[in-house]
């Protein structure tokens, strides 16, 4: 079974982005990505990325937790970014070896 978490407008949020450690999920959060804990009574964390227009996908996250990978897309445009799992934490774009910026 794939866990939910409802949001602040009382929607119910799919939580099958992959887990971070033994007891916690990564959740999408209207597209900026929140951990939760899956011990009773545990809360949704903050978000991981800030507030943005775009919609944003995992691709993969580190077999550690720390990190992961996510497509994000815009319009026709679409790029990848790695960013830490915590909380507040600032993507940063994968930059192609060929010069690619997305398509």
């Not at 982005?17 to 809360?43: H, M, N, S, Y």
């Not at 550690?64 to 774009?93: I, M, N």
């Amino acid at each position: 079974m794939t866990p939910a978490l409802l949001d602040h407008k009382g929607r119910s949020v799919p939580c099958g982005d992959g887990w971070i450690d033994d007891d916690t999920v990564l959740c999408d959060a209207e597209d900026r990505f929140g951990a939760l804990g899956l011990a009773p009574g545990a809360k949704p964390g903050a978000p991981v990325v800030p507030e943005n227009d775009h919609r944003n996908e995992v691709m993969v996250i580190s077999s550690d937790g720390q990190r992961f990978v996510f497509l994000w897309g815009k319009g026709t445009t679409r790029e990848h970014y790695v960013c830490d799992t915590a909380p507040g934490s600032t993507p940063k774009k994968v930059e192609r070896r060929d010069g690619h910026r997305g398509t």
